[in-house]
């Protein structure tokens, strides 16, 4: 099974930037698509942005125009670009690769957290 860990985590001010990086043990085209989740105190897990083995990347409209998701061209790491950051954006970010409806990987997740 391939692992994933995020990294990249951190404290800003409203307005700033962060990226996050989830590394793949293996080739992340071993999934079909890998993911970045969100999950704020006392909220459920959103999905944020996903990147697929082949296609158009998808957004939540909250962050349409400020985040984007990407791959290096080594294909192990697939970032999470935000910009623009507000505090409704502080949340554990997750990263999640798939490869089938049964089976699936999650990462560890990195702390956001944005100031006012």
């Known amino acids: 099974q391939v692992l994933l860990v995020e990294s990249g985590g951190g404290l800003v001010q409203t307005g700033g930037s962060l990226r996050l990086s989830c590394t793949a043990s293996?080739?992340?085209?071993?999934?079909?698509?890998v993911s970045w989740y969100r999950q704020a105190p006392g909220k459920t897990r959103e999905l944020v942005a996903s990147?697929?083995?082949?296609?158009?990347?998808t957004y939540v409209d909250s962050v349409k125009g400020r985040f984007t998701i990407s791959r290096d061209n080594t294909n192990t790491t697939v970032y999470l670009q935000m910009n623009n950051l507000k505090p409704d954006d502080t949340a554990v970010y997750y990263c999640?690769?798939?490869?089938?409806?049964?089976?699936?990987?999650w990462g560890q997740g990195t702390q956001v957290t944005v100031s006012s």
């Open positions: 999640r690769g798939v490869v089938n409806a049964l089976t699936d990987s």
């Open positions: 990147i697929p083995r082949s296609g158009e990347t």
């Open positions: 293996g080739s992340i085209f071993s999934f079909t698509h």
